[in-house]
């Protein structure tokens, strides 16, 4: 059964442009969670989404945003990048909503903003 | 406002040794309490996960430890490897909601 699969790996961006980051969950799975992780501040909580919808929120600016596909693929989208926003963003996968069964984690994409 | 605080944040171990990592949480409506093992380049992995009606569960060299009315739980690997070095997170959640992360703790296992 092959993994969560996030592409692209790696990116470099400049200020002020805009990323698309994609996660493809495991076969099944239908709830794919977003977290941004950074050696100061771990693993925070982006977005959850469950059947195309958006279920939880974390506390990020509105320049994160993402969506969910019918066949549970997801992307998250950050606009106007800053240099902040340098950091291993993680996706996470699960067979229902919330993180209470076991999450599977894709590699993440190291993303630097210079 | 942190509402998992992990320690140490790091932590070297002789081979053979036992590894002990601690987490303390605020919000008393948690239910569920996993930890994540990551390697460089890699993301987390569950470990082990725990719910509150348990004081301990035990899965191979890992154990987590859960005291309720500490408000805290922790993981102890017993028989430390050198391939056990990673940096491990404890999380918290409730319900449906998304799990909280400590901000983990880099284990290195010397021999």
């Known amino acids: 059964k092959a993994g969560v699969t996030q592409t692209p790996r790696y990116l470099i961006k400049t200020r002020g442009q805009q990323v698309t980051l994609s996660c493809s969950p495991i076969?099944?799975?239908?709830?794919v969670s977003w977290y941004q992780q950074t050696p100061g501040q771990g693993l925070q909580f982006l977005f959850e989404?469950?059947?195309?919808?958006?279920?939880n929120k974390g506390n990020f600016p509105g320049r994160f945003s993402g969506r969910q596909f019918s066949n549970s693929r997801s992307e998250m989208n950050v606009s106007t990048l800053e240099l902040g926003d340098s950091a291993l963003y993680l996706c996470?996968?699960?067979?229902?909503?919330?993180?209470?069964?076991?999450?599977?984690f894709g590699q993440g994409t190291r993303l630097t903003v210079v | 406002q942190q509402q998992v605080k992990q320690s140490p944040q790091s932590l070297i171990v002789q081979k053979g040794g036992i590894s002990i990592i601690n987490c303390a949480y605020e919000?008393?409506?948690?239910?569920?309490f996993p930890w994540y093992q990551q390697f460089p380049g890699k993301g987390p992995a569950l470990l082990i996960a725990?719910?509150?009606?348990?004081s301990e569960k035990k899965e191979g060299r890992f154990t987590i430890s859960f005291n309720k009315s500490a408000k805290q739980f922790s993981l102890h690997i017993m028989d430390s490897q050198p391939g056990d070095s990673a940096t491990y997170f404890c999380?918290?959640?409730?319900?449906?909601?998304?799990?909280?992360f400590g901000k983990g703790t880099r284990l290195s296992v010397i021999a």
């Open positions: 996470a996968s699960s067979p229902g909503l919330g993180l209470n069964t076991e999450a599977f």
């Open positions: 076969s099944g799975h239908r709830s």
């Open positions: 989404y469950f059947s195309e919808t958006q279920r």
């Open positions: 919000n008393t409506a948690f239910d569920y």
């Open positions: 725990i719910r509150p009606d348990v």
């Open positions: 999380a918290a959640s409730r319900g449906n909601t998304p799990l909280v």
